[in-house]
Structure formats: structure tokens, C-alpha cells
């Protein structure tokens, strides 16, 4: 009777290599990385034959915090999903200038209106340049 073989490790386990040449044509093998709904899928494939190697990475499922809807996370500290993103970095919120006070629309991050902002830079960019001169002077 036959010894069945040991079955060999599936290639999504945390220790599994990647071969860097391909076992038939023995050529150099390139990275490309495929995205399903089911996970993402790193693979190396041989130009020359095209024999592809997998290694399947699962992703993690979160739900949205602001639409509730369940999503795939790129990385762990993500709590929205991709279109909530895309809303909520084009928001603009009613600000007050911190140079003149008056009112305007604004993106989170903004602190001057549009006819202080150049203004202020060129005032900022001249103390930077007048700061790097001295250090300059002193070395």
C-alpha cells in the first residue's frame, strides 16, 4: 500500500516564501499584488511562461462609522469607508480669519481667508529667510 504525501502548507500562512525564480523556466519572477472582495492577493508571475505564485493575505472587515456599511480596512486605524472619505475631505466649514476676523468658507485645516493667506505667507517666508541667513552668518 502506498504512503499518501503529506499535504503541504497553504500558501496564505505567515511563514511561506516566495520563490524569487520560477521552478519551470527558471527565470526571475515580478511582484503584482490583485484586489478581490474576498481579500487581497500578492502574486509573483513569470513573464517568460506564465506560471503565477500566490500568497493571499485576508483583510480585515470594519464597519463605517459614518454610514454604517461594512467595508475592507487598508490599514488598522481607518474607521471610514472609501466614499465617506471622499465626503468628508470636501467639506467646507464656515471659519473665522485669525488675521482680519471675518467670516468664510473654509477646508478643516484653513486659518486665513483668501485675501489674508498671501499676505501671510510672504510675511512667514521672509522671517524664514531672514532666520536662515542669520544661522548662516553665525556658522
Do not use: W
Not at 17 to 22: A, D, I, L, M, R
Not at 53 to 73: D, N, P, S, W
Request: some cysteine; aromatic content about 12%.
Amino acid at each position: 500500500m502506498a504512503r499518501k504525501k503529506k499535504k503541504q502548507p497553504p500558501p496564505y500562512e505567515e511563514d511561506y516564501q516566495f520563490p524569487t525564480h520560477c521552478e519551470r523556466c527558471k527565470e526571475v519572477l515580478f511582484d503584482e499584488i490583485v484586489i478581490t472582495e474576498e481579500g487581497q492577493y500578492y502574486m509573483k508571475k513569470c513573464i517568460m511562461c506564465g506560471a503565477r505564485y500566490f500568497k493571499r493575505e485576508r483583510l480585515q472587515r470594519k464597519i463605517c462609522y459614518e454610514c454604517g456599511r461594512e467595508f475592507f480596512v487598508k490599514s488598522m486605524k481607518q474607521k471610514l469607508c472609501n466614499e465617506c472619505m471622499k465626503k468628508k475631505t470636501n467639506r467646507k466649514i464656515e471659519k473665522i480669519c485669525f488675521h482680519c476676523g471675518k467670516k468664510f468658507l473654509g477646508f478643516a485645516k484653513t486659518k486665513y481667508c483668501e485675501k489674508c493667506r498671501p499676505q501671510i505667507l510672504s510675511e512667514k517666508s521672509k522671517e524664514y529667510r531672514r532666520k536662515k541667513n542669520v544661522c548662516m552668518s553665525v556658522s
